[in-house]
């Protein structure tokens, strides 16, 4: 190998390296921003879920009431009327 192409191939080395190091570093800085996002993401359904399931019961806990108040007030125009 002559000296020139010997020079050459070392350039060629560095510029290599020095390219692997970059694509290496924003592969690991794009990991990180997804790992973020992912939490945020992970947290924010989370919220969304127990939201969720807390409307549900306010729901059904009043649909529950309000089927006894109307039960109550149909036993009690029921029993006004007579019927049994």
Do not use: P, Y
């Amino acid at each position: 190998m002559t000296t020139k192409s010997k020079k050459i191939a070392k350039k060629a080395l560095k510029v290599n390296d020095a390219v692997l190091k970059r694509t290496e570093k924003t592969i690991l800085k794009s990991f990180d921003a997804i790992e973020r996002t992912q939490n945020f993401t992970d947290k924010n359904v989370k919220k969304g879920l127990q939201t969720s399931a807390m409307l549900q019961d306010k729901f059904f806990n009043t649909l529950e009431d309000s089927k006894g108040f109307v039960w109550k007030k149909l036993n009690k125009t029921l029993d006004l009327m007579g019927v049994k």
